[in-house]
């Protein structure tokens, strides 16, 4: 069995995310980014979860390419 590309990123999901769909701002706290994501998981489920920048790119195991492909800034989403 391959090893997942991704850790599990939040204790009430089971599995491995499949596919990160979009990257955006959430809001900032304790001088920290938060980001939402939209993801699915190896079964193809959708799912949303908010997390810091640090856990982001430790969690979902992405590197800074990814992340720029995926991520949308705010006025990007308000178009």
């Given at each position: 069995?391959?090893?997942?590309?991704?850790?599990?990123?939040?204790?009430?999901?089971?599995?491995?995310?499949?596919?990160?769909?979009?990257?955006?701002?959430?809001?900032?706290?304790d001088?920290?980014?938060?980001?939402?994501?939209?993801?699915?998981?190896?079964?193809?489920?959708?799912?949303?979860?908010?997390?810091?920048?640090?856990?982001?790119?430790?969690?979902?195991?992405?590197?800074?390419?990814?992340?720029?492909?995926?991520?949308?800034?705010l006025?990007?989403?308000?178009?």
């Amino acid at each position: 069995m391959s090893e997942p590309k991704y850790k599990k990123v939040d204790k009430l999901i089971h599995g491995e995310v499949k596919e990160i769909h979009l990257i955006g701002e959430s809001e900032k706290k304790d001088n920290e980014m938060y980001y939402f994501v939209f993801w699915h998981n190896h079964i193809d489920k959708p799912f949303f979860t908010v997390v810091g920048h640090k856990d982001l790119f430790e969690c979902f195991k992405i590197d800074q390419e990814e992340f720029d492909k995926k991520y949308k800034s705010l006025s990007e989403l308000e178009k």
